[in-house]
């Protein structure tokens, strides 16, 4: 007994050894690779010092080396997961889009969005200030269609119409939601698909489904960048998406796919969800239900995504993720804020430059 338990004490020690040696590496790689970062034209200087929020996360990589064994658990529990920034990654695609609209413009092109938002709701208001404001950082003009929220679905469809038509809008953009009295599928379906850089058309829903992706809806899209930002190969992983909303959790299903993950989605009648999210190696959690994925259910160097935005009565905004007991499990893992909405806009106006380049 004794001599086993001996041979049993120089395994883990050696066990250790080898894990710790697989830190440092990482650490080494980690350290390059921000090096690299901070010489990237185009980043924020405001980001530079949290540049490894937005690039690679060996941790994720190798789950199955660094946490599935006590001692990787240990050593687990000691790290933390890189930060995805969206904020610093959503510059770097402003500061290309806006290279890209310079030559469009030399070739006689302004790429143009039509923003259209009917009625009052506070949230939506602050989103589209939001876009607005982005759009004119890419060079990207915006022309604001504001309708009270009496407006009717044939005055709506009607404008939808004239912005069809209009050769020099590249993009439309219908704010959701629509107030209660507005048919919003019948909104969404009138708008041309070639200007639909939302991506929530019928045509370019089905022609992701087809892997032949025209414009990708904008928060599946931003997704997707932050895990390549986090080097995470998605070849062969379980990826977990929990929600199945027609904006986030199908088409991101069809993404994964895509990228040759294996993809389970979840929702709200699903069953044992605690086990699924223990299983998965990428999490994209779109929910709406403040902190709802417990931080001790995440596996150990998973990619966590954390798409929700819900606010608490004290004002904070958080996502679905309990973040700091998943941050200390996560290989790489999004704030809330400053992770995936971010990206979103910048998607968006992605899509708004491809329109007017084509
Ligand atoms: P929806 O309300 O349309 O969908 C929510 C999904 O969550 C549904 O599929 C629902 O299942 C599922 N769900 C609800 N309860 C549970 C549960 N107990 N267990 C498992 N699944 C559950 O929301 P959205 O997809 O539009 O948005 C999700 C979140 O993401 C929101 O917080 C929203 O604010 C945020 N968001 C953020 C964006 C960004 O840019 N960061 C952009 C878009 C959204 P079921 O289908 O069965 O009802």
Same mark, same amino acid.
């Given at each position: 007994?004794?001599?086993?338990?001996?041979?049993?004490?120089?395994?883990?020690?050696?066990?250790?050894?080898?894990?710790?040696?697989? $830190? @440092?590496?990482? /650490?080494?790689?980690? %350290?390059?690779?921000?090096?690299? &970062?901070?010489?990237?034209? +185009?980043? *924020?200087?405001?980001?530079?010092?949290?540049?490894?929020?937005?690039?690679?996360?060996?941790?994720?990589?190798?789950?199955?080396?660094?946490?599935?064994?006590?001692?990787?658990?240990?050593?687990?529990?000691?790290?933390?997961?890189?930060?995805?920034?969206?904020?610093?990654?959503?510059?770097?695609?402003?500061?290309?889009?806006?290279?890209?609209?310079?030559?469009?413009?030399?070739?006689?092109?302004?790429?143009?969005?039509?923003?259209?938002?009917?009625?009052?709701?506070?949230?939506?208001?602050?989103?589209?200030?939001?876009?607005?404001?982005?759009?004119?950082?890419?060079?990207?003009?915006?022309?604001?269609?504001?309708?009270?929220?009496?407006?009717?679905?044939?005055?709506?469809?009607?404008?939808?119409? $004239? @912005?069809?038509? /209009?050769?020099?809008? %590249?993009?439309?953009?219908?704010? &959701?939601?629509?107030?209660? +009295?507005? *048919?919003?599928?019948?909104?969404?379906?009138?708008?041309?698909?070639?200007?639909?850089?939302?991506?929530?058309?019928?045509?370019?829903?089905?022609?992701?489904?087809?892997?032949?992706?025209?414009?990708?809806?904008?928060?599946?899209?931003?997704?997707?960048?932050?895990?390549?930002?986090?080097?995470?190969?998605?070849?062969?992983?379980?990826?977990?998406?929990?929600?199945?909303?027609?904006?986030?959790?199908?088409?991101?299903?069809?993404?994964?796919?895509?990228?040759?993950?294996?993809?389970?989605?979840?929702?709200?009648?699903?069953?044992?969800?605690?086990?699924?999210?223990?299983?998965?190696?990428?999490?994209?959690?779109?929910?709406?239900?403040?902190?709802?994925?417990?931080?001790?259910?995440?596996?150990?160097?998973?990619?966590?995504?954390?798409?929700?935005?819900?606010?608490?009565?004290?004002?904070?905004?958080?996502?679905?993720?309990?973040?700091?007991?998943?941050?200390?499990?996560?290989?790489?893992?999004?704030?809330?804020?400053?992770?995936?909405?971010?990206?979103?806009?910048?998607?968006?106006?992605?899509?708004?430059?491809?329109?007017?380049?084509?």
């Amino acid at each position: 007994m004794v001599q086993r338990s001996l041979r049993e004490q120089r395994q883990v020690g050696r066990e250790r050894g080898r894990i710790e040696q697989q $830190r @440092l590496e990482l /650490d080494l790689d980690q %350290h390059q690779q921000r090096l690299e &970062l901070d010489q990237q034209p +185009g980043l *924020d200087p405001e980001h530079a010092e949290h540049s490894e929020h937005a690039e690679h996360s060996d941790h994720a990589e190798h789950p199955d080396a660094l946490g599935q064994d006590l001692v990787g658990q240990d050593l687990i529990g000691r790290m933390s997961a890189t930060i995805l920034d969206g904020k610093a990654l959503a510059n770097q695609l402003v500061g290309q889009l806006r290279e890209r609209v310079g030559e469009l413009q030399t070739k006689g092109v302004e790429p143009c969005l039509a923003v259209v938002l009917v009625g009052d709701d506070p949230a939506s208001q602050v989103y589209v200030r939001g876009k607005e404001k982005r759009a004119a950082e890419a060079g990207i003009a915006t022309r604001d269609h504001r309708l009270p929220a009496e407006t009717s679905t044939r005055d709506l469809l009607e404008l939808v119409d $004239r @912005l069809n038509r /209009d050769p020099a809008v %590249h993009g439309i953009l219908v704010q &959701l939601p629509l107030p209660a +009295g507005i *048919d919003e599928q019948r909104i969404l379906q009138a708008v041309d698909p070639r200007k639909d850089v939302d991506g929530f058309h019928p045509d370019n829903l089905g022609l992701l489904m087809l892997g032949r992706p025209r414009f990708v809806a904008c928060t599946p899209q931003g997704c997707m960048r932050l895990i390549a930002a986090a080097g995470v190969d998605l070849t062969g992983k379980d990826a977990l998406i929990v929600g199945r909303s027609n904006i986030v959790g199908k088409p991101m299903g069809q993404l994964l796919l895509q990228a040759n993950a294996t993809v389970t989605t979840a929702h709200s009648k699903t069953r044992d969800l605690e086990a699924l999210v223990r299983r998965a190696e990428v999490v994209i959690a779109a929910i709406g239900r403040p902190e709802f994925i417990r931080g001790e259910w995440i596996r150990a160097g998973a990619c966590v995504i954390d798409v929700g935005i819900n606010r608490l009565a004290s004002g904070k905004l958080v996502g679905d993720v309990e973040f700091e007991p998943a941050k200390a499990r996560a290989g790489s893992i999004t704030p809330v804020p400053g992770g995936v909405g971010p990206m979103t806009i910048a998607c968006l106006l992605a899509n708004v430059v491809d329109a007017a380049s084509r």
